[in-house]
Structures are given as C-alpha cells and as structure tokens.
C-alpha cells in the first residue's frame, strides 16, 4: 500500500471556474477527511466520510463545495465558481475506526489550488 | 469549542540543543493528542500520540505527555539535529469523528 494519494498535486484556474480533486485513502481505510491549509496556519477541518455515508460538514464547506465518496474508496472535493479565497492546499486523510478504537489518520501530500 | 494553541515560531536552535515546543488545549472531555511534522514540500507525518492522561508518546527521540492537570502536550527533544527543521503541528482528535483541530504550527530551524 502506499499510502493516501492525491491529484493533482497542483492545480492553477482562472477565479470563476470549477475544479475537481481527487483523493484515494489507505485501502482498508473506511474513514476519510478532507482538510484546508492556508499559508502559515494548521489544516482546518472541512468534512469527512464513513464508507460512503459524509457525516459531517464544517461551516466551512460553503455551497460552492461539494464532496463525495461514492463507493466507500475514492473520494472526489469539487469547487464550483473558484474565488482567490479559495486558494490553499487541499489535504486529505483516512483512517479505520471500529470496536470502539480509532486508528491515527495519515495524510497525502495535499493538492495545492492557486485560483488567478 | 474544542482548540489547540502553540506556541509562536520561528524556534532557532543550533545543533544538539534540547528542544521544547508548547503546546496547550481547551476540550471538552478526553481527547486524544498528537504533534504532527511537515517536512519542507512533504505531507503532514504523524509524529507520535497520546490517547490519556498521563500517557507518554514518543518517536525518534521526540517525547510528550498527556497532561490534563495542565491541558497540555508539550514536544521536548534532548539533541535536535539539522534533519529535524520542520514545521510540527499540535492536534487533539474528537474520540467519536476522529477528527483533528490543529495548532497554528511552529516551524523549528537546527542550524550546524
């Protein structure tokens, strides 16, 4: 396995546009997050999935963004209408959870969106 | 609501010095802590954890306690080396979601 993979790694688009990144998870992994980083701060949290199901959205996650997990395994982040507030590095995690323990989340590499 | 404050970089040390990074909580209940690193143009990596009071987590020589008398989770090394300089992220997990709240990061600097 090798680990939680994301794509693009990069991604640059004109404000306005609509962009769709990707994000697959450890594969026995049935937990997945999504995170926002900006420069000079901690990741904050914007949603996450168990299997299938996304069982929480921050306040964060305006209706612009829309995420999916539709088989339990990859995960798409899609936003619509880009604004330069948008720009920041996308990260996601996944991790296990079950009888009650919750394993450690790993990360990706994150994709960073530059949006002009 | 739950956070996590560290404290401000950038740290400056020169090498083999002993290294503490401050960190603290506001949570309700018991969370579980962790320091995470970032490496320059790598992901975050999980540096070590604690999953209650008075657990120790430890890695490469890096080491930290859960403390809730304190709420706190400070990161110590006894000799940093060069290879350390990276920016280490405090975090505490929600048991039920296992999500993470992050600290704003403190980016060190070893120099020879």
């Known amino acids: 396995d090798t680990g939680v993979s994301q794509n693009p790694r990069h991604k640059i688009t004109k404000r306005g546009q609509n962009v769709t990144f990707r994000c697959d998870p450890i594969s026995e992994h049935n937990r997945l997050y999504w995170y926002r980083q900006t420069l000079g701060q901690g990741p904050e949290f914007l949603t996450y999935?168990?299997?299938?199901?996304?069982?929480?959205k921050s306040r964060l996650l305006s209706d612009r963004f829309s995420a999916e997990r539709p088989k339990g395994s990859f995960s798409t982040l899609e936003i619509q209408r880009t604004e330069q507030g948008d720009s920041a590095m996308y990260l996601c995690?996944?991790?296990?959870?079950?009888?009650?323990?919750?394993?450690?989340?790993?990360f990706g590499q994150g994709t960073r969106l530059t949006v002009v | 609501g739950n956070s996590v404050t560290q404290m401000e970089g950038p740290v400056t040390l020169s090498e083999e010095a002993f290294l503490t990074i401050n960190c603290t909580y506001t949570?309700?209940?018991?969370?579980?802590l962790f320091w995470y690193v970032q490496y320059p143009g790598e992901g975050l990596q999980l540096l070590l954890k604690a999953t209650k009071a008075d657990d120790k987590g430890s890695n490469k020589g890096f080491e930290a306690t859960y403390r809730k008398e304190t709420t706190s989770f400070h990161l110590e090394k006894g000799s940093v080396q060069v290879s350390d300089s990276a920016v280490y992220f405090c975090?505490?997990?929600?048991?039920?979601?296992?999500?993470?709240?992050f600290g704003q990061g403190t980016t060190l600097q070893v120099k020879p």
């Open positions: 949570a309700t209940g018991y969370p579980s």
């Open positions: 995690a996944s991790s296990s959870s079950g009888q009650g323990k919750i394993i450690s989340a790993f």
């Open positions: 975090a505490l997990s929600d048991k039920g979601t296992g999500k993470l709240i």
């Open positions: 999935f168990q299997n299938e199901a996304q069982l929480e």
